[in-house]
């Protein structure tokens, strides 16, 4: 306990030692209010074994004085019982959208070990200067994640890479937005891979990739806890570009993958030559994908057929598949919305075509036009494309989605890998 406080006198010198009582006395009140406030009041599930808390799965805490506004949330699981296993910390940057000081949400980490029937688990829950806990079950996640993960090229933002051009024996930092769109919350790994680079990529490169969050902060575990329609930005960073890469090229590929959900980004890039910027008034996300039976014209479900995984679209012959966009075009003028082969490669019988649901829009196969009236639109478009391939196909190749300003400098794209399946 901090000693009593004396009331100083007129003229009396206040030394470190007078002054270090009050801090003293004041961080004791603050941690005696803090330390009395937190209190768990209830979870959502239970956390009993017949309501298990399950990985993978959102976990609603509710109480008083978790901490969250001033950043001081954290909440720690420990298997109880099972030898060798360590804490697992969910840290105020894992909670979801809505977590307050009262209620916290966010996704039930992996608990290494774990035996997988309902366990007895120790959940503390931390503001930086105090702590509640409470005994809880967990248990394995049995809920199959299903849907879709979009990793998008971000235009609202400059210089994207940082710095542009990139330079050889120089950080290089590349901005991204994630968009999920699935049944559950769920939580995503983050994977970056250096490809089809002009030398060899030198030993490390890859593992020595960093991932951090908006505000810069390095992603250590490498993952993210996505909600069910949610967005979130993250940058990519090399944290030195090998100077045997200068004057060379490489394709940089970002995955954001949970089960079977997986969504990437891949597109090239040469050290020394400046990347034209993506147009920052335009502003497009991939929202969904969908196969259709050429011959029924009705939707067709069996992923043996067609699906995207990633960036790669994966069709049999007869089959259609459509990947759909939500597009803010902010600056008046006439856009230019394609779809072609990549340049310097052939695409063989796959009828690539662009559709879209604007009124007053031109279909011209592989062009749509779209006339923006004037300045600072925000009007939501839905624009599409779509590839069909025949049993002549192409077995692989790549399409480039393009959507362009007439007069503008920049643009905005995207690349996608096509498969044919037997």
Known sequence: MAQLLIHAQPGDVITADDWNLVVDAINELLQ??????????????????????RIGTLIQITGTGFGFSIGQTKVTFYLQAVGGNT?????????????????????????????????????????????????????????????????????DTSPNPNPNPIQASQAASYAYRLNTGTNVPAIFTLAADIQNASVAVPPGLVDSIEFRDEVNAIISNKTVHMGTNETRNI????????????????????TASSGAVVGTDARPFTVGVAVTPTDPDIDANQTGFNVIDVNSGTTDTNTQNGRIEGNTVKLKAAKRGIVT????????????????PKQGTTLNNWDPRIT??????????????????GDGDQTLRIARFQVQPTAAATATGTVVFRIKRQGAAGDWFKEYGVELLP
């Open 32 to 53: 005696s209010s803090l330390a009395t406030g937190i209190h768990i009041a209830a979870t959502l599930p239970a956390g009993t074994m017949n309501e298990p808390f």
């Open 87 to 155: 804490p697992v910390e969910v840290l105020r940057s894992d909670m979801l959208a809505g977590s307050s000081d009262t209620r916290l949400l966010f996704m039930m980490p992996a608990l290494p070990n774990h035996p997988g029937d309902a366990w007895p688990t120790t959940m503390t829950i931390s503001n930086g200067v105090g702590e509640d806990r409470r005994n809880v079950y967990t248990m394995p996640v049995v809920i199959d994640l299903t849907g879709d993960m979009f990793v998008n090229w971000r235009g």
């Open 235 to 254: 940058i990519v960073r090399i944290p030195q570009i090998p100077p045997s890469f200068a004057s060379q090229s490489f394709t940089l590929r970002l």
């Open 325 to 340: 966009f939500n597009v803010v075009l902010k600056k008046g003028g006439t856009y230019d919305i394609t779809i072609a």
């Open 356 to 373: 879209n649901d604007t009124p007053g829009t031109r279909v011209d196969n592989t062009r749509v036009t779209v006339t923006v009236a």
